[in-house]
């Protein structure tokens, strides 16, 4: 058990992003979606702020809460 939580941890230290890396993470997050532009410039808001970007292509946000609780007025999602 422990063995696997510090995995988890290196895995995630690993995705954490410098400001200067966000672009990067945010076309591999975002190159799957028919939305590109808008998901990008989201993407990137998010990293800046949250210095992370989730593991693949969409979903996986619980990795980090300032990623996963930023919301728009409208209480949706901000960060893809």
């Known amino acids: 058990m422990a ?3 510090i995995t988890m941890i290196k895995k995630i230290m690993a995705l ?4 200067n890396q966000c ?9 799957k979606t028919r ?4 998901c990008m ?3 990137q808001k998010c990293c800046k702020k949250c210095l992370y970007v989730p ?6 946000k619980a ?3 300032c990623y996963n609780n930023w919301k728009t ?4 999602p901000k960060c893809p």
Do not use: D, W
């Open 3 to 5: 063995m696997e939580v």
């Open 16 to 19: 954490k992003a410098s400001s």
């Open 23 to 31: 672009p990067s993470q945010c076309t591999r997050r975002c190159s």
């Open 35 to 38: 939305y590109h532009k808008p």
């Open 41 to 43: 410039f989201f993407c």
């Open 55 to 60: 593991p693949g292509y969409y979903g996986n």
């Open 63 to 65: 990795a980090c809460p």
């Open 73 to 76: 007025k409208e209480g949706g």
